[in-house]
């Protein structure tokens, strides 16, 4: 299967700073998807990109699949404590599919 | 819709047990999976399904087995559990496998 990193792992952030998270490949990516896992919750799916550079947004969240489509990023701006949580991203084809070690965001009010 | 339940929520058990966790879904879908999650170590798939009689070995599959009998249910057993299986497993669903996932609200397995 397709395999991705993120980075950071942790990130903390004052309420009212941006954030981004980053995912990684060596390969080239069929699409990318974004989830988000609250504490003690399950991931909930976010968006879905599929096409070069392809750039998203949904309120605050920015989302960006690279020209290459090796890279992708997710950006929040003015990060409020609803936004706690952690970041996945994700990949794959008809059969499997791979998820990013995650992003663990937590906001400092 | 439930969308994708799973039971039970928590489970205790002594190395060497055997369990089935439960998943089911009424979107009639015909990918699911099975996810395993540690700290550090993100979402890891154990086994999927395509389609009803159909599954295949994910990531980590050692100590795992799966059957797809209905396309609702894609329950999880595992032979005789170890420390290691102690995790958040996740069951999700989707039309096709490679578009959105949901998941369910996870089982928390401790083996001791």
């Known amino acids: 299967g397709q395999q991705v990193m993120q980075i950071p792992q942790y990130q903390h952030v004052q309420e009212g700073e941006d954030f981004t998270t980053y995912c990684n490949s060596s390969t080239t990516l069929s699409n990318i998807q974004w989830y988000k896992q609250r504490p003690g919750g399950h991931p909930v799916f976010l968006i879905q990109l599929v096409k070069s550079g392809e750039v998203k947004k949904q309120k605050r969240l920015t989302f960006q699949f690279g020209e290459a489509k090796k890279n992708s990023s997710l950006h929040i701006t003015a990060t409020q404590t609803t936004d706690v949580g952690t970041y996945f991203c994700a990949s794959g084809g008809y059969q499997k599919v791979t998820f990013g070690t995650g992003t663990k965001l937590q906001v400092i009010p | 819709n439930a969308g994708v339940t799973q039971t039970p929520k928590f489970q205790v058990l002594k190395t060497g047990q055997s369990m089935t966790l439960q998943c089911a879904q009424d979107?009639?879908?015909?990918?699911m999976s099975w996810y395993r999650q540690d700290p550090g170590m993100g979402l890891r798939l154990i086994h999927y399904s395509v389609g009803a009689g159909i599954t295949d070995q994910g990531e980590v599959p050692n100590g795992y087995n799966v059957s797809r009998s209905t396309t609702e249910d894609f329950p999880l057993r595992l032979l005789s559990a170890a420390p290691s299986q102690t995790s958040v497993y996740f069951c999700a669903s989707s039309y096709y496998g490679g578009e959105t996932q949901y998941f369910g609200p996870g089982t928390r397995l401790l083996v001791l």
């Open positions: 979107m009639n879908h015909e990918y």
